[in-house]
């Protein structure tokens, strides 16, 4: 994983979305040697600004893209971290600015009590803690307007294909019927 | 804990501060303080592990905390976020 890897991915995620990554070098720099740090030790690419608990199933919301980028760059015009930024701040007419934690205050606690519970003796790390399947809340959501499906436990504010908003994601009950 | 000391010519308020290695906002607070030449300490809490990392979270979580930076302001008060309006006011600082 080389630092050039990160930026391209982070690149190719911008233009493909419709955004651009900061225009500031430096800290875009920072931002990009941060989520380099995070896939190294936890296996992913978590937000660099926010703690990790180690848990991929509790991390999984805060996994760059993260879940809260679509609507901070609509909201305030860059992301939590700042790495994403709408063309605004891009262009220069407004800064990024350090923003409101948009995580729902509930998956804070979860994952910060996962990592305070974790044994001393062990590092944080992806392999020593396991996800419990039969904890996860998560269901599966489709998008009402293009058919794409998602197994969490919120469906997404976005959708990541064809951009519809989330309230068109509907929860999808599948009913097996064999045949008699 | 690696508590790292910064020196400043401020010590009006004890300023310590839970940061991120990895947080690009965390470290503007950094040099937020020591430009305001602010006596302040921190710690890196990513780079914690065991039973001190864990005594870092439970204070924050005392706190209702998961955010970073946080700055504790004389034991009392937390600012949460590179809020510079905020730590400005926090500090009595113009």
């Known amino acids: 994983m080389t630092l050039e890897h990160v930026g391209r991915r982070a690149e190719s995620d911008a233009r493909s979305r419709g955004y651009h990554l900061n225009p500031d070098e430096n800290f875009l720099k920072d931002l990009l040697e941060g989520l380099k740090k995070n896939e190294e030790r936890y296996g992913y690419p978590s937000c660099p600004c926010r703690l990790a608990s180690g848990n991929f199933e509790l991390d999984r919301d805060i996994i760059c893209p993260c879940d809260y980028r679509d609507p901070d760059v609509e909201e305030f015009g860059n992301c939590f971290c700042g790495l994403y930024v709408s063309k605004d701040v891009f262009e220069g007419r407004m800064p990024a600015m350090s923003i409101p934690e948009r995580r729902p205050f509930e998956k804070q606690t979860r994952a910060a009590n996962m990592s305070m519970e974790a044994p001393s003796s062990q590092p944080l790390a992806v392999s020593t803690v396991t996800a419990e399947p039969a904890k996860t809340k998560a269901k599966l959501w489709y998008c009402r307007q293009c058919g794409y499906v998602v197994f969490r436990e919120e469906p997404p504010y976005v959708c990541p294909i064809c951009k519809a908003k989330r309230e068109f994601f509907a929860d999808l009950r599948i009913e097996i019927h064999s045949p008699k | ?94």
């Open chain 2, 1 to 94: 804990m690696n508590v790292v000391k910064v020196q400043g010519g401020n010590k009006n308020h004890k300023v310590f501060m839970y940061a991120l290695s990895t947080c690009v906002w965390c470290k503007r607070t950094k040099q937020f303080l020591k430009d305001k030449d602010i006596d302040h300490e921190y710690v890196d809490v990513d780079l914690e592990s065991g039973e001190e990392r864990r005594k870092i979270e439970r204070e924050l979580a005392s706190r209702e905390c998961y955010v970073y930076p946080a700055l504790l302001i004389d034991g009392r008060r937390l600012v949460k976020g590179f809020n510079v309006e905020e730590i400005k006011e926090a500090l009595g600082l113009r």
